[in-house]
């Protein structure tokens, strides 16, 4: 009788324990999450610096259109009041022109809700004119009774019969008072070549007469309505320009945080694939 003997083989799997591969690839995962997190978080934090940078540098008092041609006529200024207050609204807008240089024959258009007080000044120096000598001229209008509420801005046009061609530029110091009492100084002007200063004036640059001078200045057109509407179609383009460069910045930052979020799926994604048993 033959005896048959079956030898059974045991097979074993060692398996990783757990300061293994497996928990490695974990780690990894985690420190890259956390660091596409604070990628991301920073980013955020970029697109909000960018979006307030912005905000604070359209948030000044400004003259429109930026810039006439010397000794140009008949022509329209517009002095855009933004107010950059949550709380309080503006109550009060206090224009000062030079007379040093000055402005002839300035009128006020008239504005809804806002009345124009209008402060005449005896010139140092007489101009003379073809129409004679001008012995004074406006120095300051201000305008009070309206209201600009938080976000919101107000423009006053103020038409001038003719500018200097002696200076190449001229500086409206402005006063912008809050209904809690607070009073903007802006005064500021920048020095040549320096950055622009915390309360910047604002500044109309005087060209020189040139190819371009019939497009600006106002003796062959002489309609002030016209210059007015010009005018407001340069401010309105101007502020279009910044607001689509804004939101094109903004869009761009949040494309990006959303690229970083979607690596930082995917990443998770390969290391958990890369851990499975096969």
């Known amino acids: 009788m033959s005896t048959h003997r079956t030898n059974t083989t045991?097979?074993?799997?060692?398996?990783?324990?757990?300061?293994?591969?497996?928990?490695?690839?974990?780690?990894?995962t985690f420190r890259s999450?956390?660091?596409?997190?604070?990628?991301?978080?920073?980013?955020?934090?970029?697109?909000?610096?960018?979006?307030?940078?912005?905000?604070?540098?359209?948030a000044h008092v400004t003259v429109h259109p930026e810039s006439y041609v010397k000794g140009?006529?008949?022509g329209v200024l517009?002095?855009?009041?933004?107010?950059?207050?949550?709380?309080?609204?503006?109550?009060?807008?206090?224009v000062f022109l030079p007379t040093d240089h000055p402005v002839l024959g300035v009128l006020v258009s008239p504005r809804?809700?806002?009345?124009?007080?209008?402060?005449?000044?005896?010139?140092?120096?007489?101009?003379?004119?073809?129409?004679?000598?001008?012995?004074?001229?406006?120095?300051?209008?201000?305008?009070t009774g309206g209201k600009i509420a938080a976000g919101q801005f107000e423009d006053f046009d103020v038409a001038f019969g003719q500018l200097p061609d002696d200076v190449d530029r001229l500086t409206f110091k402005t006063l912008q008072t809050y209904s809690d009492g607070r009073t903007v100084r802006w005064i500021e002007e920048a020095a040549a070549g320096a950055d622009e200063p915390e309360n910047p004036a604002p500044v109309?640059?005087?060209?020189?007469?040139?190819?371009?001078?019939?497009?600006?200045?106002?003796?062959?057109a002489t309609d002030p309505s016209a210059s007015a509407k010009s005018s407001a179609s340069s401010t309105a383009s101007a502020s279009g320009?910044?607001?689509?460069?804004r939101g094109l910045g903004?869009?761009?930052?949040?494309?990006?945080?959303?690229?970083?979020?979607?690596?930082?799926?995917?990443?998770?994604?390969?290391?958990?694939a890369g851990s499975r048993p096969e």
């Open 10 to 28: 045991t097979n074993t799997t060692t398996t990783t324990g757990s300061t293994g591969t497996g928990d490695d690839v974990t780690g990894v």
């Open 33 to 58: 999450l956390r660091a596409l997190r604070r990628a991301a978080a920073v980013a955020v934090l970029a697109a909000a610096g960018v979006l307030a940078a912005a905000g604070a540098a359209s």
């Open 72 to 74: 140009a006529t008949d």
């Open 78 to 94: 517009s002095f855009r009041v933004p107010d950059e207050d949550d709380a309080a609204a503006t109550t009060k807008v206090q």
């Open 112 to 143: 809804d809700g806002w009345t124009a007080s209008v402060t005449n000044t005896r010139l140092k120096t007489p101009v003379k004119t073809d129409d004679g000598t001008i012995t004074d001229a406006v120095s300051e209008i201000t305008w």
């Open 204 to 220: 109309l640059e005087l060209t020189a007469k040139g190819a371009n001078e019939a497009a600006q200045d106002g003796t062959e």
């Open 241 to 245: 320009d910044d607001s689509t460069a």
């Open 250 to 272: 903004a869009a761009g930052l949040v494309v990006g945080v959303l690229g970083l979020a979607a690596a930082a799926f995917a990443l998770v994604r390969g290391r958990s």
